[in-house]
């Protein structure tokens, strides 16, 4: 099983502020690492696909890059609705996800 | 894209079996791929399993095999999750979510409470 690690688990950040999240594979998974955020009694939502190609109606100010076993999901300019824990996943063999990392708006 | 809407909340005595349903609209659903994943309280996102409808043979998590059947209606376009011998830590809330890699439409989420 393919397990991706992420870090940090938590992070308090300011509006407007530049996150930065990684997540690292313990086997290569080429380019098959999509990035996801969960809000309390909601649904995951897609926010990027396949390590760094953007998604329909996702604001611009989420990116990611990254290949192999190391990634990064950068958010340029924190607002106060992406309090929320984002989550890593896998799908180049079966699927796995990140333990998630918990973003709080100071 | 592809909409997805699950079946209603549950409540189980350890021991019981789960059957949670997904109803899927919109695109192809034979060729679509389906997974199961469940958030349990204060915990992360877990996949669980999945199919693609026009396949028999589902994939299943290494943890549940032995204890949870995926199953897919094409007729109904419905996949079906079937998980015995709950006990409380099965407490969660389970989606389904389609996709073969990056899973873009995710239902609404059932939540299914074990307790005595």
């Known amino acids: 099983e393919i397990v991706l690690t992420q870090s940090p688990d938590f992070q308090s950040v300011t509006p407007k502020e530049k996150v930065t999240i990684t997540c690292r594979a313990s086997q290569s998974i080429s380019n098959y690492l999509h990035w996801y955020q969960l809000k309390p009694g909601q649904s995951p939502k897609l926010l990027i696909k396949y390590a760094s190609q953007s998604v329909s109606g996702v604001p611009s100010r989420f990116s990611g890059s990254g290949s192999g076993t190391d990634f990064t999901l950068t958010i340029n300019g924190l607002e106060a609705e992406d309090a929320a824990t984002y989550y890593c996943h896998q799908s180049r063999n079966l699927h796995t996800f990140g333990q998630g990392t918990k973003l709080e708006i100071k | 894209q592809v909409q997805l809407v699950q079946s209603g909340a549950e409540v189980k005595k350890p021991g019981s079996s789960v059957k949670v349903s997904c109803k899927a609209s919109?695109?192809?659903?034979?060729?679509?791929?389906i997974s199961w994943v469940r958030q349990a309280p204060g915990q992360g996102l877990e996949w669980m399993g999945g199919?693609?409808?026009?396949?028999?043979?589902?994939n299943i998590a290494q943890k549940y095999q032995g204890r949870l059947t995926i199953t897919a209606d094409e007729l109904t376009t419905t996949v079906f999750m079937d998980l015995t011998s709950v006990t409380s830590e099965d407490t969660a809330v389970y989606f389904c979510?389609?996709?073969?890699?990056?899973?873009?439409?995710w239902g609404q989420g059932t939540l299914v409470s074990v307790s005595s």
């Open positions: 199919i693609m409808p026009s396949h028999e043979k589902a």
């Open positions: 979510a389609s996709g073969h890699d990056r899973m873009a439409s």
């Open positions: 919109g695109d192809t659903f034979s060729s679509a791929y």
